[in-house]
């Protein structure tokens, strides 16, 4: 088995591709070792100690590396780690599958939509699941819908893409542009 690497926006962050699935439904991202404690395989890269995000997509993990770690130091060891996993074919998840687990909602922490906004808001969701979210899982990432309110969409970033420098300009420069071009309706598109 070989596990491709390819290299995020976020310097922090590596893309791992397994060239399998990892994911069979949506994403799950680790921000701690508490996190990880849902995931065998997270748990196993947050115990290197230098790793302080993991994103499993549909397709890839991407890994974040504590500020000052080297990834040309840090990098065999996680391959190591992604091998053994999924040459072992170990489940993703503790207890073989995710029942029992929390896993935030999709929805958690939405603003809630105004029923009068549900045509702008259709536009908006086919957007960047067609456009956006393809575009942002290459980077080894995620965004998800949060709201629509007064003009404002308000997105969350996830994976290589929470806290990555270039994250606020993707934002405002590619997603806004994006939207505004083709919902008229949209003024202006703020992180959640």
């Not at 899982?137 to 309110?149: E, L």
Request: with cysteine.
């Amino acid at each position: 088995m070989y596990i491709e690497t390819e290299t995020t926006p976020n310097p922090a962050t590596l893309k791992f591709l397994p060239g399998r699935q990892v994911m069979t439904a949506g994403t799950r991202e680790f921000t701690s070792p508490e996190d990880a404690a849902a995931s065998p395989l997270a748990e196993a890269l947050f115990d290197l100690g230098d790793v302080t995000g993991v994103f499993f997509g549909q397709s890839f993990v991407s890994i974040t590396a504590a500020p000052g770690t080297e990834w040309p130091a840090l990098k065999p060891q996680v391959v190591s780690i992604l091998l053994d996993h999924f040459v072992s074919e170990a489940p993703l998840f503790a207890g073989g599958d995710a029942s029992g687990i929390a896993v935030p909602a999709e929805d958690e922490g939405d603003f809630g939509d105004d029923p009068a906004d549900a045509d702008i808001v259709a536009q908006i969701r086919d957007l960047i699941e067609t456009r956006v979210r393809p575009a942002v899982a290459n980077d080894g990432g995620d965004i998800i819908y949060r709201g629509f309110r007064e003009g404002v969409v308000y997105l969350t970033m996830q994976g290589a893409c929470s806290g990555c420098p270039s994250s606020t300009a993707t934002l405002k420069h590619g997603i806004e542009s994006l939207l505004k071009h083709y919902v008229p309706e949209v003024t202006e598109v703020r992180a959640a």
